[in-house]
């Protein structure tokens, strides 16, 4: 599967954007999908995922309570919300399609399949 993330931005602290991740290619309801970000300096880091069909999200804590991640299988897209942003959060979001959330848990980066390019994020104070 091909996915593509836009929707990065400038935005200041306490504001709010929306990624979207488009996928082309095999089946997207047969990938547990993720985020992951990357920021000036430090290692990818993995920050959200949902299950294939929707139902189940998971969240590392520092963005619980602020992000929200969602897909609509039916365009084959991916989304995450990203609310109260704060200054490091700023980073290169990257998509990602894996087989499980044990993939993305325990495995980190090598669980991901499929990578899409990232779209920058930058939080000003």
């Known amino acids: 599967v091909q996915l593509q993330a836009s929707g990065g931005g400038l935005v200041q602290t306490g504001g709010s954007l929306r990624l979207s991740c488009a996928a082309s290619?095999?089946?997207?309801?047969?990938?547990?999908m993720g985020w992951f970000r990357q920021a000036p300096g430090k290692e990818r880091e993995f920050v959200a995922a949902i299950s294939w069909s929707g139902g189940s999200t998971y969240y590392v804590d520092p963005v619980k309570g602020r992000f929200t991640i969602s897909r609509d299988n039916a365009k084959s897209t991916m989304y995450l919300q990203m609310n109260s942003l704060k200054p490091e959060d700023t980073a290169v979001y990257y998509c990602?399609?894996?087989?499980?959330?044990?993939?993305?848990?325990?495995?980190?980066?090598?669980?991901?399949?499929?990578w899409g390019k990232g779209t920058l994020v930058t939080v000003s104070s």
């Open positions: 990602a399609a894996a087989g499980t959330l044990g993939d993305y848990i325990n495995k980190g980066l090598d669980g991901v399949d499929h």
């Open positions: 290619g095999r089946t997207f309801s047969n990938y547990y």
